[in-house]
């Protein structure tokens, strides 16, 4: 909501302060579809060379982000914390063999079942499952664990911000590209030098269009993007360092309900669940399905 209202806000200061300063549309819009065939298409053309189709798929899927928010709300982070005090608390009363039944077949596990929302994401199930299955097989240092994590995490992390990446690598060469535009509209201009002054002052005026679309794309439409949808991906990627915590603090042989406040938290401020919310759930929280 807040995105649409900021475009709307763009065009309306940038265009309105332009025509209330006395300056005509009608060059800008005689210029514009050429000047953003020019531009916007240079742009696109170069993001489809320097980007791989993965990258590409991510980026498309990446606006949709942008204007949907955050994937993971209060009521996910809530679940999260419930699966793993349930996952942790039946291995410690039940053993690692009461375990092994729900992390090798999640699907069909009755725990992980109560929670769709993260079924869904199969990173998250396979970084907990992995994860203890590491338990499982008696590699119990908690450090070699974190270890682990982190560099799953990492590469996770690294290949999520692609789309942003590539965004922004697009929008630092728009403004390059305004200038390939302009320098042709002079081109065109210097081409017909013997036009009288009005004529070549509208041609001249249609070649800065150029560098204007080029700088305006840029810095007020595809950096601002770019930016949100890394700060998009960052505050996803903190649903995954919960896991990390609550089994770090597990191995550290914690008590569930300890593990389970540790991860709490590290829950973003505006998505964190309260203690006596957490404690409520967690008290009607059945430790093994």
């Known amino acids: 909501m807040f995105q649409i209202i900021g475009i709307v806000l763009l065009f309306g200061m940038v265009f309105g302060s332009y025509i209330l300063a006395g300056g005509k549309m009608e060059v800008i819009l005689h210029s514009l579809p050429y000047e953003l ?25 990446g606006f949709g982000k942008v204007f949907a928010g955050n994937k993971w ?65 008696n590699l119990e240092d908690p450090h070699q664990i974190e270890d682990a994590m982190d560099k799953q995490l990492e590469k996770h992390h690294h290949e999520a911000q692609a789309g942003a990446h590539a965004l922004q690598t697009m929008a630092d060469g728009l403004p390059a590209l305004g200038i390939v535009a302009a320098v042709l509209g002079v081109i065109k201009t210097m081409g017909s030098i013997t036009e009288p002054p009005e004529v070549l002052g509208g041609m001249i005026g249609g070649a800065l269009v150029g560098t204007f679309l080029g700088v305006f794309l840029a810095y007020g439409m595809v950096g601002p993007f770019a930016a949100r949808l890394k700060e998009i991906v960052d505050g996803d990627h903190a649903f995954y360092k919960i896991i990390q915590s609550v089994l770090v603090a597990h191995l550290h042989g914690n008590a569930a309900q300890i593990s389970i406040e540790i991860g709490r938290g590290d829950i973003p401020s505006g998505a964190q669940p309260s203690f006596a919310e957490m404690e409520e759930t967690l008290t009607n929280a059945p430790a093994e399905a």
């Open 37 to 61: 065939m020019a531009i916007l298409g240079a742009g696109v053309a170069a993001f489809m060379i320097g980007n791989s189709v993965s990258t590409i798929k991510a980026t498309l899927g």
């Open 73 to 137: 709300k209060k009521k996910d982070y809530v679940d999260l914390l419930s699966l793993l005090f349930q996952l942790t608390k039946t291995m410690k009363s039940k053993g690692v063999i009461a375990l092994e039944s729900h992390i090798e077949k999640p699907a069909e596990s009755a725990i992980f079942q109560k929670y769709p929302r993260i079924m869904k994401d199969h990173f998250a199930i396979d970084f907990i499952c992995d994860t203890l299955r590491m338990m499982t097989m």
